[in-house]
Every structure is written in structure tokens, then in C-alpha cells.
């Protein structure tokens, strides 16, 4: 079963604004993660936010952690066409293995 | 980090055949998983790929429609087998280094197709 669900689900933005994506999940965690998926390949790893973090940047990401809500949000500043990709959030209830998120399906208009 | 290499990277299969998938890692890592995407879907686990031993399946899962072999820490393999349209996904090998806080690297995928 899924563990985070994710909003929205699918985003499309002009080239040069900023995107949030959000993510909810359900069990407590130990740390929160995001990956990108472009056209059906292999996830990259993005970022990893533990979860006594509230905030973390990496580059023109930014993540937020509320465990109080059990959500996160990933905000990517300054798109660019290259952002275009399905997102992820995943979550590790158990050690070593993640369970993701529904994703969020972002294109960026040029 | 560690760079995995999965074959193949997509097929066509007919049904009631059965594929196996190989993923190579460039480095031991200790853990191993296989992870399904079905179209438009999220990823979800099948099972943990056990150096040794019989992977550890989870729920909704089975050895025998997914066996999976792990001889040593940077080879494993997964089977589909008697497939059936349902099948149609793609089929992701990661592996998680030791040392590491919990992220996962994955392959590109073996995206198949069951007619």
C-alpha cells in the first residue's frame, strides 16, 4: 500500500516559476525522501530531509518537514524545461526499504 | 554511490512465457530490492533480494510468480513468471551502500510489455 500520497498530481508551470509539490504519508518515519523520474527510467535521488528536520536545501530545492502533520513539500525554484520528470516522495517505516509516494507528473512549458 | 545495470532494458513477452531480469552493481552493497511500476503507477516493493538465502517477499507478493536469486553482493536476478498482461511494468532493481542514511540508487528500469 502506498504510504505518502501526493499533491497535485500532475503540475504544469511556465519556464522560470517556481513549483511545490506536496506530499502526506501516515507512520512515523525516520527520514523523508524525494526522487525525480524522467519518462518511465530510474529514480534519482534527490534529497533526504531526517525526520528532527524541519528545512532543508540543496541547489534550487527546498524541503519542509511538518512530522506534527505528518507532510512534506519540495519547491523547486527558478524551473527550467530539464525539471520536466515525475516526483516522488518515500518514506522508510522499516529500515532500508522505502515506500513512495502516488507523484506528482511536472512539466514545464518553455 | 553505486551504478546499477539492469537487462534487459525493455521486452516484449507473450503470455504464459516467463522473463528473467539481471541487475549488476558496480560495488557490494548490502541491501537489494525490486520494486514494480505499473503504468502511471508509483513504485512498489516486491521484495528484498537476500545474498544467500530466499528473499523476503512482501505482501501480495510470491516466490513463485517473482523468484528472485541473489548469489552474491552485487548480482541479482528477478523472474516474472507465466506472464499475463497484468504483468506489463516496469521492473526496478536499487540497492541501498552500507554507511548510507537510507537513500536508494536505482537502475534504469526493465520496462516490459505482455501481449
Known amino acids: 500500500s502506498q504510504q505518502g500520497e501526493e499533491d497535485p498530481q500532475a503540475l504544469s508551470i511556465q519556464e522560470g516559476e517556481n513549483a511545490t509539490m506536496n506530499c502526506s504519508y501516515k507512520?512515523?518515519?525516520?527520514?523523508l525522501q524525494w526522487y525525480r523520474q524522467n519518462s518511465g527510467r530510474g529514480l534519482v535521488h534527490l534529497i533526504l530531509?531526517?525526520?528532527?528536520?524541519r528545512e532543508k536545501h540543496s541547489g534550487r530545492l527546498r524541503v519542509t518537514l511538518d512530522t506534527s502533520k505528518k507532510s512534506s513539500s519540495l519547491l523547486i525554484t527558478a524551473s527550467r524545461a530539464a525539471d520536466t520528470a515525475s516526483y516522488f516522495c518515500a518514506t522508510d517505516p522499516r529500515r532500508g526499504k522505502l515506500t513512495f509516494g502516488t507523484g506528482t507528473r511536472l512539466t514545464i512549458i518553455p | 554511490s553505486a551504478v546499477i545495470s539492469q537487462k534487459p532494458s525493455r521486452d516484449i513477452c507473450q503470455r504464459g512465457t516467463s522473463l528473467t531480469i539481471q541487475c549488476q552493481v558496480d560495488?557490494?552493497?548490502?541491501?537489494m530490492f525490486w520494486y514494480r511500476q505499473q503504468p502511471g503507477q508509483s513504485l512498489t516493493l516486491i521484495a528484498t533480494?537476500?545474498?544467500?538465502?530466499?528473499?523476503?517477499?512482501e505482501s501480495g507478493f510470491v516466490i513463485d510468480k517473482f523468484p528472485i536469486s541473489r548469489p552474491n553482493l552485487t548480482f541479482s536476478t528477478l523472474t516474472v513468471s507465466n506472464m499475463s498482461p497484468e504483468d506489463s511494468s516496469i521492473y526496478l532493481c536499487?540497492?541501498?551502500?552500507?554507511?548510507?542514511?537510507?537513500?536508494?540508487?536505482f537502475g534504469e528500469g526493465s520496462r516490459l510489455t505482455v501481449l
Open positions: 560495488s557490494q552493497v548490502t541491501m
Open positions: 533480494a537476500n545474498q544467500g538465502s530466499e528473499a523476503t517477499y
Open positions: 507512520t512515523s518515519i525516520n527520514n
Open positions: 536499487s540497492v541501498g551502500t552500507s554507511g548510507n542514511t537510507g537513500e536508494l540508487f
Open positions: 530531509i531526517r525526520s528532527n528536520e
